[in-house]
């Protein structure tokens, strides 16, 4: 019973969200949904090759199959994004985009100049801020969140 309750209390963390102000709310469901749509919009479709119909080549800077490469790359650059639009397992779903935009920033275009660097260093910052604060009140987690409490 007790390991249940441990569970229940880690899956409450991950979820949880204490944001009370309304226009804090407000704002974090602006901020994933525009985020997560410019990282779909201008990084996930042209891996697809949606954009103008070629897809992108994708770096592989760990020399990782290439088929693992180019799925993280999806996952970060296309599924991950919507579900932080959904507030689905943000904090979650954040850790393989931060994993792609990181190492875009430190590895693909460490010798680059900051003028490159900025697009995965901004991506980065905005994505580790949503891992620290969760999706917000307007969220598929606070409805996950609330549905635990409610069941204790």
């Not at 997560?36 to 103008?52: A, D, Q, T, Y």
């Amino acid at each position: 019973m007790n390991d249940v309750k441990k569970d229940k209390s880690l899956i409450k963390g991950l979820l949880l969200n204490e944001l009370e102000n309304k226009g804090l709310s407000y704002s974090l469901l602006f901020f994933r949904i525009a985020l997560s749509l410019e990282l779909i919009i201008v990084h996930g479709l042209k891996k697809l090759g949606l954009n103008n119909g070629v897809a992108e080549v994708i770096p592989n800077p760990y020399g990782f199959p290439q088929w693992i490469n180019d799925s993280v790359a999806l996952a970060a650059n296309f599924i991950c994004p919507v579900l932080i639009i959904l507030g689905l397992f943000t904090r979650l779903v954040t850790l393989p985009v931060l994993a792609v935009t990181l190492s875009g920033y430190f590895i693909v275009h460490g010798n680059d100049s900051l003028l490159v660097r900025d697009v995965p260093f901004m991506y980065s910052i905005c994505f580790l801020f949503l891992t620290f604060t969760g999706a917000g009140k307007y969220s598929l987690d606070n409805i996950i969140s609330q549905n635990t409490i409610n069941h204790d």
